[in-house]
């Protein structure tokens, strides 16, 4: 299902492919954008493996509650500081071997749809080795790019809760070597799982 799919994207494009789907599974596929090759190529895939549309399996009730209980700690750190250090990873990464990498990929002509090829600085890197952009600036673009995929997963954390009630906690820093502040916050977290790990043995 999944070759199938691809191929057919690849083939008669995402538009068609998506008209297509709007045939058999509107209802996914209204959700969906005409042009976005891999959710529809995944819908698509899905309404051909199982016989059911994407939409059709989110209305299902799913798994029942696992027997456990969750304590979750969150990382949220301020949005200037994380982008400093994106762009600082994003230079680690290619004074590590990035370009050549992406070039490797490249080389071995794999479908752009794939997620190995939509990875954070492949398209932006694979840019530069078309000769389409210079180098900084594709550097800028995928830190942007990364920045905001950072900002999504903030916001989707900040409305959906890991923990119940105090079982949560957020830390607003970042974590990177061992030092002092980082230490007290690592303390900060450790005693928090503790307390709730005793209370729950104490109430078993």
């Given amino acids: ?26 209802e996914t596929a209204s959700g969906l954008r005409p042009n976005d090759t891999q959710r529809i190529s995944r819908a698509w895939e899905v309404w051909t493996g199982t016989g059911h549309g994407l939409a059709w399996w989110r209305s299902q009730p799913g798994l029942p509650p696992a027997p456990c209980r969750f304590v979750s700690v969150q990382l949220d750190p301020e949005r200037e500081g994380l982008r ?7 230079g680690q990464m290619l004074e590590a071997g990035a370009l050549e990498e992406v070039s490797a990929l490249l080389e071995r002509g794999l479908d752009p749809v794939l997620p190995a090829m939509r990875a954070h600085g492949v398209p932006e890197l694979a840019a530069v080795l078309r000769g389409e952009v210079p180098l900084e600036e594709a550097r800028k673009s995928a830190v942007l790019a ?12 900040r409305h959906h809760a890991l923990g119940k009630g105090d079982d949560g906690m957020i830390s607003l820093r970042r974590y990177t070597h061992p030092a002092q502040e980082s230490e007290s916050q690592y303390e900060k977290i450790e005693n928090f799982i503790s307390e709730r790990v005793d209370a729950a043995a104490r109430a078993s």
């Fill in 1 to 26: 299902a999944r070759t199938e799919a691809r191929g057919l994207a690849e083939e008669i494009g995402p538009e068609a492919l998506y008209a297509r789907l709007m045939q058999v599974d509107p």
């Fill in 84 to 90: 400093r250090a994106i762009d600082s990873r994003f």
């Fill in 146 to 157: 990364i920045g905001r995929y950072t900002r999504r997963q903030a916001t989707w954390f």
